[in-house]
């Protein structure tokens, strides 16, 4: 079974950048490398949404109109990873985050807590 360990949250002020990291374990790289990846999140008393993904094998980049231009979603199949830069952090981006494989998901991982405050 496939698990997910993200990691990488924080308090942040608004305008502020945070790098998450998503590492896959019990796939070997080359099985990893197929999974089409995505970002999810998930606010206080909201439905876990799709925040950004990456499909495999085309490497195609699609994000929710919320985060557009500001999130960027990259992946290292080498070190089972995936990565979200985001930037120019607001307040509505305050959720716990997590990574899973797009349209068939894993065991969610526990996820990192993502606060934009000042």
């Keep these: 079974q ?3 360990v ?12 945070l790098s998450l990291s998503c590492v896959a374990s019990g796939a070997s790289g080359s099985l990893f490398s197929t999974y089409s990846m995505s970002w999810y999140r998930q606010a206080p008393g909201k439905e876990r949404e799709l925040v950004a993904s990456i499909s495999s094998p085309s490497g195609r980049l ?15 199949n080498a070190k089972n990873t995936v990565y979200l830069q985001m930037n120019s952090l607001k307040s509505e981006d305050t959720a716990v985050y997590y990574c899973n494989r797009r349209f068939t998901a894993f065991a969610w ?7 934009v405050s000042s």
């Design 109 to 115: 991982g526990q996820g990192t807590q993502v606060t």
């Design 6 to 17: 993200e990691s990488g949250g924080g308090l942040v002020q608004p305008g502020g950048s």
């Design 2 to 4: 496939v698990q997910f």
């Design 62 to 76: 699609n994000y929710a109109e919320s985060v557009q231009g500001r999130f960027t979603i990259s992946r290292d």
